[in-house]
């Protein structure tokens, strides 16, 4: 499931190609996904120039001059995927294409069609239903040790729990809140009212360098943030302990070493971290 370095870097990927460019050819091959396509779609895309983009959490917003944005969500298993056009390109379970001015087609192509496409009025953004709730961009300057510490005191969920709701901090998923708080070595059992202070000190920080760090990944591993077959925004990363189950982390000292990455399960989904150095 995409997460924010992912999200963004499918952004960057749609901004190399699509900005400044007119849409000449729309085209939806379902009436939903995870909910209808918004009314006549089809011809609300056909003929608009692509202003610029913006990402929120993980949706990715597509400004039109006309004043209206297209709001993408990839879901568990959405991909967009960018080729020159030409005839018959068209690849399973692609469920709306556009195609540019330039010569470029995108295609949204959802296996499980958790994703979502809408679109709204641009100066509505941040009203829309899946954004209102929305909690800070963890990359604004805004969102610091004070924020953070005011948003988790009273909270008696475990600190990976807090960090998962959307609500305290937009797009972290189950990979970035294991490797941010390893990072800040921070246990992620730890409850969350324990956090304000030194703590949240270490994690604003680890969250930051975190995205950061996966961010630059995508931009290096990738031209154009482009895969060789088309494919936006997802690349290849090192992860520091998520899916490292038994190996030894890079932060316990010397001697005597890490017993080993441990795996647990919290809400359901899996938790990798190193007791030793996790606190
Ligand atoms: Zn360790």
């Not at 068209?90 to 330039?102: G, K, P, S």
């Not at 920080?205 to 290096?220: H, N, Q």
Request: with cysteine; proline share 7%; glycine share 10%.
């Amino acid at each position: 499931m995409p997460e924010l370095p992912e999200v963004e870097t499918v952004m960057r990927g749609l901004q190399t190609r699509l900005e400044g460019r007119v849409i000449t050819f729309a085209a939806v091959m379902r009436p939903d996904l995870r909910w209808p396509f918004p009314p006549n779609l089809q011809q609300r895309l056909t003929g608009a120039r692509i202003a610029g983009f913006r990402r929120r959490g993980k949706y990715i917003l597509m400004r039109l001059d006309g004043g209206d944005s297209v709001l993408w969500h990839l879901g568990m298993s959405g991909r967009m995927v960018l080729t020159p056009t030409r005839p018959n390109t068209q690849t399973a379970h692609e469920h709306l294409v556009l195609e540019t001015d330039e010569g470029w087609r995108v295609g949204f192509v959802d296996p499980r069609r958790f994703g979502s496409v809408d679109l709204m009025p641009t100066e509505q953004e941040d009203a829309h239903r899946l954004l209102v709730n929305l909690g800070p961009e963890p990359l604004d300057a805004a969102f610091d040790v004070a924020m953070l510490s005011e948003a988790l005191s009273g909270k008696k969920t475990p600190i990976k729990s807090a960090l998962l709701d959307q609500s305290i901090v937009a797009g972290l998923g189950n990979i970035y809140v294991c490797e941010a708080l390893f990072r800040a070595r921070i246990s992620p059992l730890r409850l969350a009212h324990t956090i304000p202070g030194a703590r949240a000190k270490r994690l604003i920080p680890a969250i930051k360098a975190t995205l950061t760090e996966a961010i630059a990944a995508g931009g290096s591993s990738l031209r154009d943030y482009v895969q060789p077959d088309g494919e936006l925004g997802y690349f290849q990363h090192a992860w520091k302990v998520y899916g490292r189950e038994g190996e030894a982390c890079e932060q316990c000292p010397g001697a005597p070493i890490c017993e080993g990455v441990s795996r647990i399960t919290q809400s359901g989904r899996s938790t990798f971290y190193c007791p030793r150095v996790q606190r």
